[in-house]
């Protein structure tokens, strides 16, 4: 339903830097050869666009941009805190509410054309398909699957995400021994990583065959929080005291240089087998605002910190398209880190300088990318800015109607 436009408009105003047109890349038949006749009928209904779209919570409610302009699309009315991650396929976002994970339909079909894609636009939809869950926590797509977490029990929910467009899809799922804030992952051949924990603890992961049969287990993972994947399928699990690596059937510590050195959010890349995570060392503070990042080599199973000089947020990390780690600052700044170096080797000046809400639920800038695209929120201003990762320019900026919380993009 497209409440945009069959109800009160929502007025969005452009702001800071201009709008920039983005060319469509054209698609010419190959020698010989011709167009897929099939293809104007089957997008009759849609518009072709440059770029997917963009997802951005408020308190309150959704928005639907699109990713190149930043135009708004669509305007989704929803109570509750809502959290945001792509859902696996491309098209489709999870959006965690107060007792399930639903599913938002961007709208946007990708096909791919050798050396580049075409994107076909059509309505988004908050969709009907939902999977409930006590305390909707951690989504993740590996593996061709996307796996739920619910912290209030442990439940584990898995499911192919590329039937979401057919319906809710079968799923699966394997109960946690106890419930906790705790996160899983689906593994290549049918088995899943999950966290090992309680209400007042966690301890570290385990691993389980397609049967659910234990085949590796770590419990030196104080605080296990967070996961990403590097470069050759190495999974990565943030403890208390450095992380947790897994691949081919072993868990590897890498320790932290300080005792208590917590590294709780990660950002990994295909292109790196570095993976990119936040450094805290204060396990008494209120909260801590971090000037070191962490980066652990996966191949070496090493650890090394690079100071930024400017504190940044669990919304602040992310990977560029070159495997480049990129933290936002709370100077304003995308810091875009030579990960092999272990140097800042650029910066981007975004929006002004913030300072971090005491409440994680409190709107603040946050930092997502997709391809060269990296798109930064201003909660200050309820502004969102679109940078070209490869010119280090603001290519569009525009002002919403509601304070941004959290933004997802999606594709390919």
Not at 100 to 107: H, K, N, P
Not at 227 to 250: F, K, P, Q, R, S
Request: hydrophobic residues 40%.
């Amino acid at each position: 339903m497209n409440t945009l436009n069959r109800r009160s408009p929502v007025r969005f105003a452009a702001v800071a830097a201009p709008v920039l047109a983005l060319a469509l890349t054209g698609c010419s038949s190959p020698a010989g050869g011709e167009h897929d006749a099939a293809a104007p009928d089957e997008h009759a209904s849609e518009t072709e666009v440059s770029a997917p779209r963009v997802v951005v919570s408020y308190d309150g409610g959704l928005l639907v941009l699109e990713g190149d302009s930043l135009e708004p699309v669509d305007e989704m009315p929803l109570d509750g805190f809502l959290r945001l991650n792509p859902a696996g396929d491309a098209r489709h976002v999870m959006v965690s509410t107060d007792d399930a994970f639903r599913v938002l339909d961007t709208g946007v079909t990708i096909e791919a054309h050798g050396d580049h894609a075409h994107y076909y636009a059509g309505a988004p939809e908050l969709t009907d398909i939902e999977f409930a869950a006590e305390h909707p926590g951690h989504v993740t797509t590996h593996a061709g699957t996307t796996a739920l977490f619910a912290d209030g029990t442990g439940r584990v929910e898995l499911f192919d995400p590329a039937t979401l467009s057919g319906g809710r899809p079968e799923s699966t799922t394997y109960e946690s021994p106890a419930e906790h804030h705790g996160v899983a992952v689906a593994l290549d051949d049918g088995g899943l990583l999950t966290t090992l924990g309680t209400s007042e603890t966690r301890t570290g992961a385990v691993v389980l065959d397609s049967s659910h049969t234990e085949i590796a287990r770590t419990e030196d993972c104080p605080g296990v929080h967070g996961e990403t994947v590097a470069a050759d399928e190495v999974i990565v699990i943030g403890c208390e005291n450095g992380v947790v690596l897994y691949a081919d059937g072993v868990f590897t510590k890498v320790a932290s240089p300080d005792a208590y050195g917590r590294i709780g959010n990660q950002a990994g890349s295909p292109e790196s087998a570095i993976v990119l995570g936040d450094y805290k060392v204060d396990a008494e503070a209120e909260i801590e605002r971090p000037q070191h990042v962490s980066l652990v080599d996966t191949d070496t199973a090493t650890m090394r910190l690079v100071e930024l000089g400017t504190s940044y947020t669990f919304r602040s990390l992310a990977r560029g398209p070159h495997g480049e780690a990129l933290v936002l600052g709370t100077d304003g700044a995308i810091h875009v880190i030579d990960p092999v170096a272990g140097v800042v080797s650029s910066r981007i000046d975004v929006i002004a300088p913030w300072t971090e809400p005491v409440d994680w639920q409190e709107p603040r800038p946050s930092l997502e990318v997709r391809g060269h695209r990296a798109y930064v929120t201003d909660s200050s201003t309820s502004t969102v800015h679109v940078v070209d990762l490869e010119s280090g320019q603001i290519t569009a900026s525009a002002e919403l109607p509601h304070v941004p919380i959290e933004l997802s993009t999606v594709g390919d």
